[in-house]
Nanobody
Framework: QVQLVESGGGLVQAGGSLRLSCAAS????????MGWYRQAPGKQRELVAT????????NYADSVKGRFTISRDHAKTTVYLQMNSLKPEDTAVYYC????????????????WGQGTQVTVSS
């Protein structure tokens, strides 16, 4: 069974930094991309950043470009989100996602989500 476990959220002052981690476990065969999404109270979940399975293609929301960096540890199937120059509007629950993931046990592809980690930026 595939699990995505996030860590690294917390409370930080505006202008500060946080690093989120998402560790994927299970008999993972392949996936298209991994990424981070966020959902603020009363708002829809939105894309923050994604990284391809090869680690060579990244995509960022305009609101975080130049401040956030997504990266992967290929050996451990772990994805990171380095968040710098944080703003109060970055406050949200951040969710890790694995897109079109298949396992050695089941070739069908599914999207998987982590449980979310809270990021709160105070002004």
């Amino acid at each position: 069974q595939v699990q995505l476990v996030e860590s690294g959220g917390g409370l930080v002052q505006a202008g500060g930094s946080l690093r989120l981690s998402c560790a994927a476990s299970g008999s993972i065969f392949s996936f298209n991309a991994m990424g981070w999404y966020r959902q603020a109270p009363g708002k829809q979940r939105e894309l923050v950043a994604t990284i391809s399975s090869g680690g060579d293609i990244t995509n960022y929301a305009d609101s975080v470009k130049g401040r956030f960096t997504i990266s992967r540890d290929h050996a451990k199937t772990t994805v990171y989100l380095q968040m710098n120059s944080l703003k109060p509007e970055d406050t949200a629950v951040y969710y890790c996602n694995a897109e079109n993931l298949s396992t050695w046990d089941d070739p069908r592809e599914y999207d998987y989500w982590g449980q979310g980690t809270q990021v709160t930026v105070s002004s």
